[in-house]
């Protein structure tokens, strides 16, 4: 496609579920990021993936956050056992340089409210 | 801890009036990028500049990296309805791949 996707777009989750987060890249692209964004505030960094390497999650609030690029494409931000806190913008963006952060291009975001 | 401060936070002007947004930092930044994001949107890249006193202009925007590449400003000449939105800035400190986000600039231009 033309940008980065992802889906669902909206997704509410009574607390304590699991939720699954797609995000499909910009084609070519090797470098995958996953942020969280809070209302009104800027989006903060999650996790990092060069090609189907996870290169660095240090931005995962708690080992309920886990995420995956199997094939060096789609990723998935998965949470377990959802929390009123977990409510938020969860955004994806893709960059064709491995190793940094130039130039990153974003989704539209998945907005979860746990309930 | 890097911080990048923006401001104002909030700005609501008439249509036709220009503005300045801001972007500070006390760390170096090998190069910085400026995003617009609407709400229910992520955010869309408008420029990046890396080289220390750069000036770049899209349209009515224009983008200017500090000399010591620890700031950046935003002019926008002519707002437009069109213009609001809320305004990011994101540093990369050299070697590594995280951005550091601004605070961010709620824009609204009123018609």
């Known amino acids: 496609g033309a940008g980065v996707s992802q889906s669902p777009r909206y997704k509410v989750a009574k607390r304590g579920q699991d939720v699954a987060l797609r995000c499909d890249p910009i084609?070519?692209?090797?470098?995958l990021f996953w942020y969280q964004q809070a209302l009104g505030q800027g989006p903060e960094f999650l996790t990092y993936?060069?090609?189907?390497?996870?290169?660095?999650k240090s931005g995962l609030p708690s080992d309920r956050f886990f995420a995956e690029r199997p094939e060096g494409s789609v990723s998935t931000l998965k949470i377990q056992r959802t929390q009123q806190e977990d409510s938020a913008v969860y955004l994806c963006?893709?960059?064709?340089?491995?190793?940094?952060?130039?130039?990153?291009?974003f989704g539209p975001g998945t907005r979860l409210t746990v309930t | 801890t890097q911080l990048l401060e923006q401001s104002p936070q909030f700005l609501s002007i008439q249509e036709g009036e220009n503005l300045t947004v801001y972007c500070n930092s006390s760390?170096?930044?090998?190069?910085l990028q400026w995003y617009r994001q609407e709400p229910g949107e992520g955010p869309v890249l408008l420029v990046t500049v890396v080289t220390g006193g750069e000036v770049k202009k899209l349209k009515r925007l224009t983008f200017q990296f500090g000399d010591a590449r620890k700031d950046s400003s935003l002019h926008i000449t002519a707002a437009q309805p069109g213009d609001t939105g809320l305004y990011l800035c994101a540093g990369v400190t050299s070697g590594t791949y995280k951005y550091i986000f601004g605070t961010g600039t709620r824009l609204k231009v009123l018609a």
């Open positions: 963006a893709s960059s064709s340089r491995p190793g940094t952060a130039y130039e990153q291009y």
């Open positions: 760390s170096v930044f090998s190069s």
């Open positions: 084609s070519g692209h090797v470098s």
């Open positions: 993936f060069q090609n189907e390497a996870q290169l660095d």
